[in-house]
């Protein structure tokens, strides 16, 4: 797990990335997309992963969560910053991470109260970063970032080994570094939100006064029911229509 942060902040907001920030596919799978059209890996390697992946999966699911980027083995963390290169920093451009324009407009509200806002998420910690600087640019503000780690070598170039340093970033895992970040930066949680969108995300939100269910699962729907959690359906990515909420958005966050 790495965590990135700056100033500190009486409140916080800590907002998943998968399926909450982006839609499908995750940022994972984008990235892989892109070391497949580089050849940096094959979509042989990529299919006996999978299917090694979902024969481990229903005997040991723990274990093969935690051996579930032996795929990345061998590849360069360099991969991740040309990759960043090849997104565009313009936010309306269409190669650009298609960050939910109502997700965008949410941090933007964040950042205008003076609260301080993460990304907790299950992706590798290198590519839930270049999320938050995409983010941070976008919305001029610094975001911190809680990921899953993964070991690399410590030769030079630095690649990655395949293996999970530490913790998987899901469930009780969010629900830590959640804490974790409170105590640092003297958040106060029950006045603080959280932003997730599966069962994954549920101790994370369970761990604020201010739960929001973001384009839940069946599971997390009957429990944002059941708790009166705000529900939250956000489907326009950004630059999706020219003279709607993306404009808006541009308008809001340049105050």
């Not at 839609?23 to 892989?32: D, M, N, Q, V």
């Not at 590849?75 to 290169?85: F, H, P, Q, R, T």
């Not at 410590?154 to 409170?182: D, N, Y």
Request: proline fraction near 4%.
């Amino acid at each position: 797990m790495t965590c990135v942060a700056a100033r500190s902040e009486t409140v916080g907001a800590f907002f998943d990335i998968d399926g909450t920030l982006l839609p499908a596919p995750s940022l994972e799978w984008r990235f892989t997309g892109y070391l497949l059209e580089r050849n940096e890996i094959s979509s042989q390697q990529l299919g006996r992963w999978l299917a090694h992946f979902a024969r481990t999966f229903w005997r040991n699911r723990h274990g093969a969560i935690e051996g579930n980027k032996r795929y990345l083995s061998g590849i360069s963390e360099a991969l991740v910053k040309d990759w960043e290169k090849s997104l565009s920093c313009g936010f309306l451009r269409a190669d650009s991470l298609p960050f939910f324009e109502e997700a965008l407009l949410r941090i933007a509200w964040h950042r205008a109260q003076g609260h301080r806002v993460f990304l907790v998420s299950g992706t590798l910690a290198p590519l839930a970063r270049v999320a938050a600087r995409a983010l941070a640019a976008d919305v001029a503000a610094d975001i911190g970032v809680c990921a899953t780690e993964l070991e690399a070598a410590p030769r030079s170039p630095r690649a990655w080994s395949g293996r999970i340093v530490g913790e998987h970033m899901s469930g009780a895992a969010k629900l830590c570094a959640l804490q974790m970040l409170a105590a640092r930066y003297g958040i106060a949680v029950i006045r603080s939100y959280a932003y997730g969108d599966s069962a994954a995300d549920l101790q994370m939100l369970e761990g604020v006064g201010n739960a929001v269910a973001v384009n839940p699962t069946r599971a997390l729907a009957r429990v944002a029911r059941k708790r009166r959690w705000q529900t939250c359906l956000w489907e326009k990515t950004l630059g999706e229509t020219p003279n709607g909420p993306a404009r808006q958005f541009a308008s809001t966050a340049a105050r």
